[in-house]
């Protein structure tokens, strides 16, 4: 039963890790709850927000906190694929002789921030994206695996769009959350700025490295969950495809293409590990119903109707959960 | 299966079966007083032969199957736990899980087992609670109510309103009139007298009725009292009766014409009996019936100033004195026999032509009676009903094309021309009963001066002239 040992660290783990996540991130409670499942689910997050609000210091700090290596690479128009994977140099060795080697690029760390992800060029998306799917780079058809846990946080600058080239839809369904940064309160930004006054760097130490990361995924994945409920995430994920029978009246009147499987598959995942963040050791309702929007906030499409209507995403969302009974 | 778990399970198993015994004798008691009630309207007794077994049956089978329906299951228990104590399907993951490993499977079940101990069972409500309270009462209630209703009975047949009756002025200006015709009428004074006594106290009575029913008992009354009258005034149906009994044929068929008050038939009797007293018989039938006559006339009881039995006494007299002539009939004899039949009938007519007219004047003042006051025929006493005038026994066998005779084909009188029925007919304006010729007379008099005025169409002209043409032409058939 050492793993009820683990079970019981679980919860100790976690709080560890959000206390100190709060000594470098001020508010953004749901965000770092959000972000702290999605990397023990295995999953990337999309985050939206406009800039300084906090995203890279985010996941800087949390790679102190996890003991992981942590990279950023902020995307723009000229960035090539290969700036972003590594690409083979030629090089003398020790003997002088001309040869080959594959040079890192900064997507071998654990923890990536791809910043203005939507800045890149289409090409160098779906090399990024395809890393985060697979969790390998393959160039000159050669493998090399990135090192587990493999976490990206992508950022959109929901500001700028000039320049941009948006992430088609099928990429991304690769993200298992999209977040919203907020602009932070008044009272946050205060300690915001207080804390900053006096160091910029992250303090946060570290209390959990890689290994029990991996370790609390496979523990997650063991979190029993009801027929009941998983029939209601299946039901959620259904719900939003208009042109099914069992789609819901708001998908027929306000979604133009629904969440693909992975979203079903996302919100159990994600499920599992936000039931044993609380404390709880099944999944229950109310998890679902926590997780549905930032797993489906980028999954579906709405129609003009629901523009019209004067609806956003989060609202239809918001519509369809209570629309399906549990 | 732990104890806080089973806890719940006992209590919402409890629960269950109370209910399903509460409802189950609930519908039973329905389906009972349904069936005491069917039986009431359906005018029986209930019979608890048949509505006890049938509700305990019912509460039986609806228990049976109210409590499989309801029965607690596991599953059903760790769905009630969850969304009444808010568990976050803690104890439906622990049910569905049960038996299986796993560390975080294991850690679910007792975690949960722990929670469920430190919950109190009262906190877990049993909903619809009043459903168990209700039912009952108003089971009670119906099985009180449906013994309480009478047994349903035919209702009485409903009774015809007794409506209040006004004495309207044209009534009595009829009444006035009907007494004033009987009064001029040819009825003998004594019938005559009785009518109208009878007639001016149903004016008296009717004044002072208030009730629909008063002036018909009135009515009817006063209907019964006018046959009553001519009735005991009347003779000729006891000395019709007295004859019929006699041993002489000849009386016999006297007495059977005299019943039928037709002159016509009175002729042809008289004729045929005289037929049977041919020159050279023997006289002893001719006083063999002089004696039968006299002796029904007796019989019968009438006064022997009574105008039949005068006619018919002396008529028997005559016969006798005949008789006493001669053993056998001489031609002399038969003279004179020819003419003792002639004025018999002569005599016998004109009395029955009385006794006739009484009858006929008090059922047309019974039938003046009955419209004026709308008094139906079904409502009078049968012996008081009117006689049919259309419907006279000797109307079958009058037929003027077999009689050559005009003077003798029918009507009282001399033997005029017939027109239609040989029936008198009554004439308000002389007030007595004249023949059928002369009130046609009149009318076809009145008709004509409306054609020669030119008051009439030019079709309803042609109308009228064909029809009294068609009368006048004697075609044998009523003038109707």
Known sequence: MENIEKVQGFNASIVKIKEELRRDVVGQDEIVDNVITAIIAGGNVLLEGVPGVGKTRLVRSLGKVLSLPFSRIQFTPDLMPSDVTGTVVIEKDADGKMVSSFRKGPIFANLVLADEINRATPKTQSSMLEVMQEHKVTVANNSYALEEPFFVLATENPIEQDGTYPLPEAQMDRFMFKLVMKFPANDELVDIVKMTQITMDETASAVIDGETILEMRALASTVPVIDEVLDYAIRIVSGTHPELDRASDTAKKYIKYGASPRAAQALITAAKVRALMNGNYNVSYDDIDALALPVLRHRIKINYTAVNDRLTVDDVIAMLVREIKK | ?480
């Open chain 2, 1 to 480: 299966m732990n104890n806080g778990f089973n806890r719940f399970k006992k209590k919402l198993f409890v629960g269950a079966l109370t209910r399903s015994l509460i409802l189950g004798a609930s519908s039973g008691a329905f389906v009972s007083a349904l069936i005491v009630l069917i039986e009431k309207l359906s005018k029986a007794s209930p019979n608890m032969l048949i509505y006890l077994p049938v509700g305990f049956g019912v509460a039986l089978i609806f228990s049976s199957l109210l409590f499989t329906f309801l029965y607690p299951s596991d599953r059903r228990v760790a769905k009630k736990l969850d969304s009444d104590l808010r568990l976050g399907e803690k104890a439906q993951t622990m049910i569905e899980f049960r038996g299986k490993s796993g560390d975080v499977t294991i850690m679910q079940r007792q975690d949960t087992e722990r929670i469920l101990s430190e919950i109190p069972t009262k906190d877990l409500k049993i909903k619809n609670l009043w459903i168990d309270i209700i039912m009952p009462i108003l089971a009670i209630v119906m099985i009180i109510s449906a013994f309480l209703v009478p047994t349903y009975t035919e209702a009485p047949p409903p009774t015809e309103s007794d409506p209040d009756f006004e004495f309207s002025p044209w009534q009595e200006q009829a009444l006035k009139d009907l007494i004033e015709e009987v009064k001029k009428s040819d009825m003998e004074a004594s019938p005559r007298n009785a009518v109208v006594s009878e007639l001016e106290g149903l004016l008296t009575e009717l004044r002072a009725a208030k009730k629909v029913s008063v002036m018909k008992a009135s009515v009817i009354g006063v209907i019964k009292a006018i046959n009553e009258a001519v009735d005991s005034h009347n003779s000729y149906i006891k000395i019709a009766s007295a004859l019929s009994k006699s041993e002489s044929d000849a009386a016999k068929s006297i007495g059977s014409a005299i019943s039928t008050l037709s002159a016509i038939t009175l002729g042809e009797e008289l004729t045929e009996i005289r037929a049977g007293f041919s020159q050279g018989s023997d006289t002893l039938t001719i006083s063999a019936a002089a004696l039968q006559i006299k002796s029904a006339l007796t019989l019968s009881g009438v006064g022997t100033d009574d105008p039949l039995y005068v006619s018919l006494d002396t008529f028997a007299g005559e016969l006798s004195a005949i008789a006493a002539s001669g053993d056998t009939l001489t031609e002399q004899a038969g003279q004179e026999l020819d003419g003792a039949f002639a004025t018999a009938g002569e005599k016998i007519s004109s009395a029955l032509l009385l006794q006739y007219t009484n009858e006929r004047v008090g059922d047309n003042t019974i039938l003046r009676l009955m419209q004026i006051f709308g008094i139906k025929e079904s409502e009078l006493p049968s012996e008081s009903r009117p006689s049919d005038s259309a419907t006279r026994e000797d109307e079958g066998d009058y037929n003027p094309e077999d009689n050559d005779d005009p003077l003798h084909s029918g009507g009282f009188g001399s033997g005029d021309m017939i027109f239609g029925s040989d029936d008198m007919i009554y004439d308000p304006e002389l007030g007595k009963y004249v023949s059928y010729g002369e009130v046609i007379n009149k009318y076809y008099a009145k008709i004509s001066e409306q054609i020669l005025d030119g008051n009439l169409s030019h079709e309803l002209e042609q109308l009228l002239s064909d029809y009294f043409a068609f009368l006048f032409d004697g075609s044998g058939n009523d003038g109707e």
